[in-house]
Every structure is written in structure tokens, then in C-alpha cells.
């Protein structure tokens, strides 16, 4: 079988599957954002219904994935696989939102870049020629991650202008071997690159090495320019994070600014909802794609997109041990033409 | 492209890629246990020269690849793709191990199924055309593991008899998509059970009846009976959870005990080493696949082997909310003939 690698570190889709169905949930903050037309559930209720957050994060995976399922015409049955991931320790979301369900389950832990992992392993098994269904689902709650990272919310600790907001948001995709666009047409795994940020309120700034490395590197492999793309979004780098992806590239002599944004800048609006640098999480950047840029791709508005995921890769134990956060970004291309 | 998928869950690899190195790294006490010359590194010092267990997991995984990849005669550069994971929260071991490495990285969490689950995603990819060379790491620890999962060492808390120590260990594989056997022939990604097990310490039996899901599916997948295999071995199950898997099969009319076994039950000695019912940990499965298992392979003692690794996807977070401990089996099948 042929090699699809065309680069380093680029592999070309031959086949390039379909994106079938995609959904998302999110709650009450991320409902009153900019974004709010583009969500398929809004819940004025942040425990979903359940006992505790990290309940309520199982309970938005599903209705996700439910969702995309739906949006798709199919039922959970007809997936060869799930790959799915958020925030919590053990992964708790994704493992218990499939437990019982029946279908394949492959875990992650990619950070907030788990869409993009996600998307881009599903994408990949799909294009291989393993089965002909496939999801990717991903999550994560402001309040299960706030207490798991940083410190109870009843504690009401001051953050810092550097910090981001944690999206409660879901979102899922659901992936045909055959079907109609938009189309997966390229992957770009990224590498782990730690420029020795230990701040964990700076993610912005510990994730932006990385995104700059893999579109840098997904625009060499391609032999494509910025302007290829109607529009390269990275994940959550959030307000600072985007200011040193643009620093970055301009060292290069490039302007990204024209068809570059951020989801972590998009998902709230920074002036009036008190969310500092924006929005992080795996649910962030999920919620996004699922809504705004796809919707957007079905609507006409853009024919090709560079989604970027970003992750830090810490844990409060590493920091806690006087580690630095190293920062990974996958990059998708994502095409309404094959 | 042909659809590989054989049944409802087993992929078939047209193109099987070749297990080119393996190598692994334990701790003191695995190395006095029975398959003390396995082992390609036995430290007397756990803290592998490090100030902390994590810090010590994050040296472990890079010893164990390093030398995979020298037995491969390769060096980093040549990995299209890492796949990586481990127990501790966000996976740090696998992150921090491969920061800065260059090496394009997908970051797994699959519990202590996490060996099976990025040998099949590494073979698949490999297959489905997607590079030349690629690596599956992963590791436990059982300092880190314990205070993480359960309490300090300090505490000196006693251990239930359903218990199993968590290895220390780490095992690296590297494949590529051309050379020698053993070659990975088939992947059965599992589902996720929960049969309502609640006791953390009694994790053999929560992962039960996924290893038996998950084997039973790979033989009707395949029509291969349970002699097909010249070894069908289990992750870490341990002697209760392995009693388990007999018992359902039994009920199937099969007797599995001929060539059944499991990497918890060979890696201590159960009565002399008082580790209750066995070892377990994403190194435990990984030290046994990276020793004992293939350089069998490789001296012709077995020549088809069901590697079937088992996961626990709990976490103290959802036990203390009273959730159950859902379980998952990945299975692979490794065969010295193509």
C-alpha cells in the first residue's frame, strides 16, 4: 500500500471520509456568547440533571453523541468505533458515557486537543479501511475541571488576567466511510513542545509553541500558503495565546492575521463575560467545530479550514513537583470538496 | 478500499506490521519475581535516579523506548507516530516523556488495557498505510499509582486478599509497516462493561466479563476456535479475575484452560511475593508482551498469541460518588507468520 505521508509529519486522506452528523451541548454561559445560534442544546441547568458535575459531563457526552447519531440517521449500533476523551482524571467522562453502550471504545487523554485527536484517529481508521462508521466525542465542565486543577469554587479564588474560562460544552462528530462533505482530507499529528511555561493560569502561552510548529509544519508538508484556508482556527490559546501565534509567524515574514482565529477568543464575548484571555477545554474547541465552523461549511461561508486543537499536557502533580506544561496541537483539514 | 472488518468488531490487517523492537524496564521487585530474565533493565533503585515516582514513570518509558528502538536499529527520528499512555493523572508519564522529542504523539489513556490499545492503533495506522514506523510505550508505577488510586505508602494500609500490586514497569514497542515477524495480524477493539463491581480493590473481577466479551467476539469474529491460539493471555486480571473468565467460558461449553493464562498471574511469584491475587498496571501487561511473550515468540515457543489487554476506567472521584467500575478488553492478535 502506498505511503500517504507526504511530509515529515502530514498524512493525506486518499479516501477522504465524510463528516455525517455533528452536536454539541453547552451550558448556561456558553449559551449567552457570541456563539449561542450555533448550539443544539442550551442548558440553564449546569448539572444536566445529575448529582455532580462530573455526572453531568457523562450526561452532555451522551446527548452529544446522540445527537450527531441522530443528525446522521443512524443509531449508536452502526459505529465500528467510538474515540472519545476530556478533562477529568481517568477519563471519566468519555468511559462512563460509553459504558453499556456496545460499541468499540478507544480512550483518550490529548487535553483540550482531544477533538482534534479524536477526529483525526477516527478520520485516519475510517480512510485505512477499518469499518465504515466512526465518532469522536469530547467534553468538559467548568466545575469538575476548576476543582480538579486549580480549587473548589466555593472557594471564590481571585484569577488572574492571563487565565481562561473552561467551556461546559460537548460536542460530537460522526464520520462515514462514504458520504457527502464537509470531508477529513489531512491530519497533522502534532509533537510535544515545552518552552518551559510553569503557569498554570497561562495555557494561552504554554500550548501557542505548538500550534505555531504543526501549522507550520501542515503548510510545508502541503506546500500550501495561510491564505489556502478560508480560515485556520486553533483551539483554546485563547486572547495571548493568539498574539504569540501571530508573533510567531510574522518572524517568519507571514501574516496569519487575515483568516486566523481562535475558538477559546470566540466561544464568549472577552469584554462582557469576565472569562479574561477566553475559553479552554476540551469542550471549547468541540463546541466550536461542531456549531459554528461546520454549520458555517454547510452554509457556504467556508470551503476549507485548518482546525488546530491545542493541549497542556500538565497536571497539578507535575507543577506541584516544579515541572514546566508542555503544550501539543493536531491539525485537521477539514474541506467541503474531496 | 476493501472493508477490513471481519465481523461486528474485529479488523483484519491485509498488511501486517512487523513487531521490529521491544524492550522494557521494571522495578526490584518484578525482577525477583518468575520472569526475572525477561527484562531487559531491572533497577534496584525505584526512583530510577529521580526526585520523584512520576518523574521516575517519565524515565522508565524513555529507557523502554530508547531501547526498542536500538533493538529495531532505528532512532526517534524515524517514528511517523507515537502512541502513549499510562495511569497517572493526565497521563503525564506518556507526556512528559515524549516532550520535546519530536516525535508526533497521541496520548492515550486506556486504563491498564493501554499496551493492547496503542499496539492496535499503531498497527492499524501502520496498515492502513499511514507511515514506515511507529511505537506503542506505556507504563504503571506502584508508588505513584498508589497514592494516587488509593492512599500513601506511608499509611501502610493493609491490602485486601482480592488485591493486586501494581507493577513497576514500562514497555516500548516498535513497529514497522515492512520486516520480520512476529507480525500484528488482527485488532478487536473492546466495548465497555460494567457488571456493577463497586471495590477497588477487587479489580479483576470488574474487567472479567470485558476480557471475555472481548475474546469470545475476537472467536466468532475470526471462526477460530480457543486452540487456534498457541497462548491466549489476558492483561492483568489476576487469579480471581482469571477464575472468573474461566467460569463464563465453561458456561460456553469451552474450556479455555489449555492455553489460558494472564500477565497479572506470571509476573509475581502469587505465593511467595504476597501480592495477593496478582500484578496489574498498564506495565504489567506491557512488561509481559515486551519479554516473556515475544522473545517466546521469537524462540519459536509459541507461534499464535491473543494478546488481550484489560482496563479498569474507574476513578477515586466516581467511587466516591458511588458509580461502579466499568471495564474494557482490547485484543491482539500476534502471529510469527504473516
Redesign the interface.
Known sequence: ?????TGA?T?VL??PPSISGHANVVGEKEGQGPLKNSFDVISIDDTFGE??W??AEVEMQKQALTMALTKAKQTPSIL??LFA?DL?????SA??A??????????????CSTMG?SL??AA??L??????WGAAVTSSHFCSAER?YRAPLEYGGQRTPTSQWTATAAGAVVLA?NGEGPYVTHVT??????KGIKDANNMGAAMAWAAYDTISQHLKDTNRSTSYYDLIITGDLGKLGMEIVIDLFAEDGIDITPNYTDCGVLLFDLKEQDVHCGASGCGCSASVLTGYLLNGMRAGQWNNILFCTTGA??????LG?G?SI?G?CHAVAISTCK
Open positions: 500500500m502506498e505511503n500517504k505521508k509529519q498524512f486518499c479516501n448529582r455532580s462530573e455526572k465500528d468505533f476523551g477529568l482524571n481517568q477519563c471519566i468511559g462512563y460509553a459504558r453499556n453502550t456496545g460499541i468499540p471504545f478507544f480512550g483518550l487523554y490529548g487535553a485527536e483525526s484517529l485516519l481508521l480512510d485505512g479501511g477499518f469499518g465504515e480538579q466511510k499529528p502534532g509533537c510535544i513542545r515545552d499536557l500538565h497536571s497539578p502533580t507535575a513537583q515541572e508542555p501539543i
